[in-house]
């Protein structure tokens, strides 16, 4: 009996497809190898042999198809082979990977057991970047490293290796995203500097992966509200400080860090502008921008305290938008309203909008923007001149520069439709000016103020279909959520995520925040929308 059973172990190890597996991986881990150290010329060597095993790996996960053994570990190896010579890469350009990799697993451990704490952190890092860079010597982008890769790293080890992990039926929003950062890590690893195309894609691709962590992450409908109440907390801590500094000034060593770091903070009069904990007051808009659409999502659907902290919140970054004379922040967080109000009124699991809860959203912003204009200097001469250039965007000089900025930018995609590689604009375009050049067009060679353009200028025009078709899908996905849940819980925080990404995709088209930390805000924000959709179950409960 005993042998009848370890022979049938023996060929379920080495069933044809196990062994076959087992000879493909082995030849192709021989091929990348020899190619990526330049012994065998193969030409974009890194996309032919390194995305395939990931792709491979995703397909099979994403399918539920059951292997043997042997397949499974054929797979396996050809993945932890890829990401080694991916590995070695990465630390020729930067000795700091191989120190964040042990980091990685051990934060992946703890957002395996206490996601709530790991994903709060993550969100309250991404509010806090200029603070962190006054007062500490800790380098932001990797210090946020940690809590997303830990994240990823968790969902990776659930997919893999949990044996009642659900059966996911992968969304085409997630897919067209993960499809994007895949084929941008390819131009990556062919890009002929790749400490450039590195820093890029770790400053903004590398953050979208986030969406697809949480999205999978299998969390409870109570988990997803305690992030979401974290999310409106932290806001709530970002924003009063913010407020602080608008009434009493920032700190010298605030100042001069905001001036270093950017120019645009000065304001037309030569005043500084507001910018609070973040580097700049774009991004402080750009941030606090998302935080009142989901914040006031979660005050006309939660009750008690809660209710009023996300009140709270909602004034308090309102007065924020404003006080950074930032007027994308003030549009976006007005579409963002918009989209609040369109779902809670097409909602299943909301019949019919409550009168008082329209009431407490128009009040709300009506005392953030009267409180705004109150406390910051020569409100309502300097605040409400900056704000009425919105009607009229073409009387105001900066925008006329950022029209002339994107006409020689689509020129320029139209010379080289393919791109003229990842980081070859903005900040990292600058800072390896004289080794691939920065972006001719721009202004000071810095930024060209639309991150779609960015991109079809770095990756190609393509690639800016594919990016602007990820975002599209993805605000789609949450709305259709959030007006097909059952659950009104799940449904609020559908409608707060959608009304935040709304608020993004806006921001968008007048910055380069695809490279700024507000981004991984709103790609965490989707990711906790979408949860529960992946599941087959989730998916069903849509439909019914």
């Known amino acids: ?91 020729e350009s930067g000795s700091l990977i191989a120190v964040g990799a042990p980091i990685a697993v051990a934060t992946g451990v703890l957002a395996h057991r206490f996601p709530v704490a790991v994903t709060v952190a993550l969100l ?31 969902l990776l080890w659930r997919a893999a290796l949990d044996p009642d992990r659900p059966a996911h039926l992968v969304p085409v929003s997630v897919a067209v995203v993960l499809a994007y950062v895949a084929i941008s890590l390819g131009q990556v690893l062919a890009a002929p500097s790749f400490s450039a195309a590195q820093q890029a894609f770790h400053n903004s691709t590398w953050q979208m992966l986030a969406l697809p962590a949480i999205a999978f992450a299998g969390w409870s409908l109570a988990t997803r509200l305690k992030v979401a109440r974290g999310y409106v907390a932290v806001a709530a801590l970002v924003a009063a400080y913010a407020v602080l500094r608008l009434i009493v000034g920032p700190s010298e060593a605030e100042r001069e860090l ?34 009142i659409p989901f914040s006031l999502a979660l005050a006309l659907a939660l009750r008690g305290r809660w209710r009023l902290v996300a009140i709270l919140t909602a004034t308090l970054t309102g007065v924020a938008v404003v006080g950074s004379q930032t007027r994308v922040g003030l549009i976006g967080a007005v579409i963002g309203l918009g989209t609040v109000l369109a779902l809670f009124a097409l909602a299943r699991s909301f019949p019919g ?29 300097q605040v409400a001149e900056r704000f009425s250039q919105i009607v009229d965007p073409y009387a105001d000089p900066s925008f006329g520069a950022r029209i002339a900025t994107w006409e020689n930018t689509i020129e320029d995609i139209g010379e080289r439709p393919w791109g003229y590689g ?75 995520a959608a009304a935040a990404f709304s608020s993004f995709l806006v921001n968008l088209t007048l910055t380069d925040n695809i490279e700024d930390f507000t981004a991984l805000t709103a790609w965490v924000l989707a990711g906790l929308g979408l949860a529960g959709l992946g599941t087959k179950r989730g998916a069903a409960a849509t439909r019914s």
């Open 422 to 496: 990842i980081g070859s604009s903005g900040a990292v375009g600058l800072s390896f000016a004289s080794t691939i050049g920065f972006d001719p067009s721009a202004q000071g060679g810095v930024a060209i103020d639309n991150s779609y353009l960015k991109v079809g200028y770095e990756q190609g025009l393509v690639m800016m279909v594919v990016f602007a078709l990820a975002l599209l899908l993805t605000f789609g996905a949450l709305c259709r959520i959030a007006v097909t849940l059952a659950d009104p819980a799940a449904a609020a925080i559908a409608i707060a």
């Open 124 to 154: 309250a890092l991404t509010g806090a970047v200029g603070t962190i860079l006054v007062y500490t010597d800790l380098p932001p982008r990797y210090l946020v490293d940690a809590p997303l890769a830990g994240l990823v790293g968790a």
């Open 1 to 91: 009996m005993d042998s009848a059973s370890g022979s049938a172990r023996g060929r379920r190890l080495l069933d044809p497809a196990g062994v076959v597996a087992i000879a493909v991986a082995s030849v192709w881990i021989a091929l990348a190898t020899a190619a990526l150290r330049g012994a065998l010329p193969v030409p974009y060597a890194p996309i032919v042999f390194l995305i395939g095993p990931f792709a491979a790996a995703a397909a099979l996960l994403a399918s539920g198809w059951r292997m043997s053994r042997a397949a499974w570990a054929a797979v396996a190896a050809a993945v932890l082979a890829a990401a080694a010579l991916i590995g070695s890469l990465m630390i």
């Open 353 to 381: 909008l409550r009168m008082g809860g329209v009431v407490v959203a128009a009040t709300g912003l009506l005392v953030a923007l009267g409180i705004g204009l109150a406390v910051t200097d020569d409100g309502s001469n």
């Open 258 to 291: 905001a001036l270093e770091l950017a120019p645009i903070n000065l304001l037309p009069s030569g005043d500084l502008g507001l910018f609070g904990s973040a580097t700049n007051r774009q991004q402080l808009a750009a941030w606090c921008g998302m935080a």
